[in-house]
Structure formats: C-alpha cells, structure tokens
C-alpha cells in the first residue's frame, strides 16, 4: 500500500494553471508539478456545490447535491475516506485553515486533525479594545455575515491583525505545517495525509508588494473580497485589483504547495506515495457580468448557472506507477477519486453505502481519455413548488457542450467550449434539438442517481421567473 496525501485548495480556477488564462496568474510550481512529474486531468468539474458538499462527495464517493446539501459528513452518510483507510492500516492526518470542516465534522475520521483559525468568518480569539477598521467598504463587498456592525472582510483582516508579511499568511502557516509533518513522519508508511488550503478562499488578503505586481498603479481602495453579485458595482480599475488580489493569493498558495511538493521529494516518497493537488471551485470575477459564486445580492434577480469559471477546476496526480509528463481530455468528477486514488493506492476499502464514483486509474496508467461522457455540477436546493430566487443552478458538460438548464433569466443556455471555454456566447436559440437532447440527459442523470421527485421536478418545470421561496448551499446560514 502506498501513502495517499491529497493537497486541496479552495477557488482556484483551473484557468490560473499553464498561462491558460485572459489575465495570467504565476502558478509556476504547479506548472512544474504538471510539467516534469504528474499526470493532469483537463476535463475535471466538481459535483456538489459548494465547500462542505464538495468535500463529501470526494470523502464519500457518493453524489450529493441532488439529495442534500450543506451538511455534517456524518449526517451525508457513513462513508468517510479516512476512517475507512484507517480500518486497512493507515495512519490518518487532516492539516487545513478551512473554517468549515471542523463544523461540519470531517476531523472525527481522522487520527489526528490540525486546524489553523482566523480564515474567513472564523473568530478564536476576541480584542475588542482594537478598533475594526473599514478597509473594503460596504457597498464593493458582500452584506454579510456581519459582526458588531463590520462586514466580513474587514472582521477578517482584523481577526488576523492585518498581518503584512507572508509568513503570516494562511497558505505559509499550512503549507509549514505540511512540511513538518512530513519530515516528522516520512519514515511510518502506510498514512493518508489530507491539506486543506482554504486560500485563494475570499478575503483575499496577501501581502500588498504582491498584489502590486498584478496592479502596479492602481491607488484606490484595495477590492479584497467580492460582492457576490453584479460586477457592475466596480468600476473598471476596481474589478481589475479584485481580480489582482485574487492572482496574488493564487500565487502564494502555489508557493507553498511547492513547499510540499519539494519536501516530498527531498524525503524521497514519490515511489511509495500517491500525490494529488486538486481544487473545489472557482470563482467570477467579472465574467458573466458577476463577481463571486453564488448570488446573495438582493440587488441581483438573476440565477446563476455554476459556468465554467465555478466548476472546471484543476487535477493532477503522481507517484509511483503514474506517467510523467501526461496531459489527459478525459472528463471526471470528484466522486470518482475515492476508487480511483485507492486504486492507484493499491489499498481495497470497504464502504458501507455504495458509491457513485468510477475508477478512472486504469486510464492514468494506460494513457487513455474515455471515462465519462459528460459531467454535471449541481447546487442543492430546497424548495417546495418553485425555485428560488437568485439559485445556483446546475451545468451540464459533454466533450463539446455546456449546457445549463435554468440559465441567467430561467431559459436554458447552450455554449460551444471548443471555442467559447468561459461560456461567454449562448447559442441556444439556434440549438434547439440538441438543448432538447442536452435536457434530456440531465434530467436522466437525476433519475439514475435516484434524485427525489420533488428534487427532479424543479428542473422538468419550465422557466417561472424565480419567485419561488427556499434555500440553496452558500457559505453560512443566515444568508
């Protein structure tokens, strides 16, 4: 059996990688990592919307938005990936500054669990003498959650004492903390190792002389946290330092997954060990005229389909038995990596519910790009009779479409991503047989995955303006 150590980091694009974007990020170690050691997955997209989900279907293997949403893992059902490693031998360890999955119960599977406190709306420790200072002002940032009148970036920076240097940033204190357990326990074989980079995670808060570098002359207010809702709140320059914030903190998280990646290799693990460097999500910042990844902005009426920016996300792997150097254009889905990495792993697991997920490590060892067909990213929602205003809604992706069922205005959308990968020109309208033929496949995709009724009717009604009353997975419950 071999170690298992994935490194996961929150809303990072898959576009940030390769200089594949329209505004470059430096993301040289990653760029590294694909180029010299790992194999990449060109066509991965996540399935369960957003954080919490998205993490337990990797955990479980199992499909989760078409049944729940936000949740414990516990309460999803009793698969969990580190208790069932533990049960064949390995030694389990969580390291991450994920604020969510202490709440939401994952550390209980694991050994041992390290969390590093302060990210987003986090709050260990109180100093109330210290005045919150306004940094990003109401109006370009998100309305809540809030505490004691002071919205969520600017509680963020002072929980964190407006730190300056980039040893204090949350992507070095995990990524150190990586490095230590790995020279701490390089010699114990078989262990699972699971980080959890919340960055490039909002408040986007990286040391400025970074962000200078993407925005060298911008002098107004630092845009540090989207306003999830319509870009047009921004203005030209402040959508561009939204956007340099978030390029800066994606480039310190690839410097200390480099930091692992480099002590994985002075330890010399790579033959004993499967290494995975993936992401949940992405983010808008500006496409679709939108920035963030949900809708909480009273503001906007729009729904808001999970677009390529929010769901194509990274994937790579390596180790031993791995090619090198290998570009994959097959499609996949988190759910797939629990029977996949523990394949790969040469480790059986039992699990006791049944999983969604296909194996796909007979494709990274033979070179070959047929796995699945299509892949669908989907957000939870509960509703009775009509969907909710202001939804994430679902996207459907085949080797050539993208397709989402309840588009921006309730109509369905249709894009080409040979030619069109942000989903920037909707061809529906001139595509009606295959939106038809499209729909068709979603809602079978529901039915086989045993969606409930009242779940698989919101997406057989036809477009009702979004009046409906309920609720949809974002980040916390008061929203």
């Known amino acids: 059996m071999k170690n298992i150590i994935v490194l996961l980091t929150d809303t990072f694009r898959y576009d940030n990688l390769g200089n594949r974007a329209e505004r470059p990020v430096r993301t040289p170690e990653i760029d590294a990592f694909a180029a010299k050691r790992a194999t990449s997955v060109e ?43 533990n049960r064949q031998g390995y030694t389990t360890q969580l390291i991450c500054d994920c ?21 987003e709306g986090d709050l260990p420790l109180l100093h109330l003498n210290d005045p919150i200072q306004e940094i990003v002002p109401l109006e370009k940032t998100r309305p809540g959650p809030s505490f004691n009148g002071h919205t969520l970036p600017n509680k963020h920076r002072w929980t964190n004492r407006y730190y300056e240097l980039e040893s204090e940033t ?15 326990n390089a010699s114990h074989n078989p262990f699972f190792l699971w980080v959890d980079f919340f960055d490039p995670h909002e408040p986007w808060d990286p040391p400025e002389y970074m962000v200078r570098r993407y925005d060298p002359d911008y002098d107004g207010v630092p845009m540090l946290h989207p306003n999830y809702g319509p870009s047009s709140v921004y203005t030209e320059a402040e959508l561009y330092n939204l956007w340099a914030h978030y390029a800066a903190e994606s480039e310190l998280v690839d410097r200390y997954i480099g930091r692992v990646l480099q002590k994985i290799d002075d330890l010399q693990l790579w033959e004993d060990s499967i290494v995975v460097v993936m992401a949940d999500h992405g983010m808008s910042i500006g496409e679709h005229g939108r920035t963030g990844k949900s809708n909480i902005s009273p503001e906007d009426k729009r729904f808001w389909p999970i677009y390529p920016e929010i769901g194509h996300v990274p994937f790579l792997i ?80 085949t080797y050539r479409w993208g397709y989402a069922p309840i588009g921006e205005d309730g109509s369905p959308e249709l894009y080409d ?32 995955h045993q969606a409930p009724d009242d779940f698989l009717a919101l997406w057989q009604r036809s477009a009702d303006g979004g009046t409906g009353r309920g609720s949809w997975a974002v980040d916390y419950a008061d929203q």
């Open 170 to 184: 949350f992507a070095a204190k995990t990524g150190m903390t990586t490095v230590r357990f790995l020279e701490e």
């Open 99 to 119: 604020p969510h999955l202490f709440n939401a119960r994952f550390q209980h599977g694991f050994d041992a669990a390290f969390q590093h406190r302060g990210q």
């Open 43 to 85: 066509k991965f997209y996540m399935n369960s919307f957003p954080t919490i989900p998205h993490r337990t279907d990797f955990a479980t293997g199992v499909l989760g938005w078409p049944h729940y949403g936000w949740q414990p893992i516990d309460v999803s059902g009793p698969n969990h990936v580190a208790k069932m490693l």
């Open 417 to 448: 991503l040979t030619v069109d990968p942000l989903a920037k020109h909707n061809i529906a309208a001139d595509n009606l047989d295959i939106v038809a033929e499209l729909h068709q496949l979603f809602t079978n995709h529901l039915t086989d």
């Open 318 to 397: 390596a180790g031993g038995g791995i090619p090198k150097q290998q570009s994959l254009d097959l499609i996949a889905q988190p759910i797939d990596l629990l029977p996949t990495i523990c394949d790969l792993a040469n480790v059986e697991i039992v699990t006791e519910k049944k999983t969604d997920g296909i194996s796909f490590a007979d494709q990274i060892r033979n070179s070959t790009n047929k796995h699945r067909d299509f892949a669908v990213s989907g957000c939870h929602i509960s509703a009775t009779g009509a969907r909710p205003q202001r939804a994430t809604t679902p996207f459907l992706i």
